[in-house]
């Protein structure tokens, strides 16, 4: 578990420990609290990561099959 520090770019901080995680060859999964959170990390991850890299899923979208119920945000980056 790794929380960012605060301040204006901590949204960049998390991505790139995304990628550093990503690049060992392991994955990750991030849980944010909010809508406005999920936009910002969406938008680094999109940055670092290269486009279609990564999957946003929040509460917002509704039930579907595979998404875990009662979960508000996460983000998961995909494998290589």
Known sequence: ???A???PAW???LARAVAAT?????GALVV???GRSVARVDAAL???LGEG???VLTADAGPRSGTPSG???AGAPYGR
């Open 1 to 3: 578990m790794w929380n």
């Open 5 to 7: 520090l605060p301040g």
């Open 11 to 13: 949204s960049e901080e």
């Open 22 to 26: 990503l690049a060992s060859g392991r």
């Open 32 to 34: 944010l609290p909010d």
């Open 46 to 48: 999109t940055s670092v």
């Open 53 to 55: 890299r990564h999957a």
């Open 71 to 73: 979960s508000r945000c």
